[in-house]
Nanobody, 115 residues
Framework: QVQLVESGGGLVQAGGSLRLSCRASGSIPNIYAMGWYRQAPGKQRELVARISRSESTNYADSVKGRFTISRDFAWNMVYLQMNSLKPEDTGVYSC?????????WGKGTLVTASS
């Protein structure tokens, strides 16, 4: 199993930046990909960014050019650098790990971008 703990959320003015971190522990070596998802109030959870073992990345269209996902070599940490934040980026951001057909989730961290 994989345990995930997020940090770095908070309140920021529109146009500002935040860096989210996700610390992974447990059975790490078999992780295939990790990602960040967000859920805004009253909306479904959506993929924000994902990075695979081969370093391939994909982003939601709404964050391309503003957000960057990265990881360390051993999958211990995954980061989401968020720049030029907009009020519509507000939500609970959760870290996800894909391993052998199973999804693992952290509890999430709240990001609020005020206008």
């Amino acid at each position: 199993q994989v345990q995930l703990v997020e940090s770095g959320g908070g309140l920021v003015q529109a146009g500002g930046s935040l860096r989210l971190s996700c610390r992974a522990s447990g059975s790490i070596p078999n992780i295939y990909a990790m990602g960040w998802y967000r859920q805004a109030p009253g909306k479904q959870r959506e993929l924000v960014a994902r990075i695979s073992r081969s370093e391939s990345t994909n982003y939601a269209d709404s964050v391309k050019g503003r957000f960057t996902i990265s990881r360390d070599f051993a999958w211990n940490m995954v980061y989401l650098q968020m720049n030029s934040l907009k009020p519509e980026d507000t939500g609970v951001y959760s870290c996800n790990a894909e391993q052998l057909g199973t999804d693992y989730w952290g509890k999430g961290t709240l990001v609020t971008a005020s206008s």
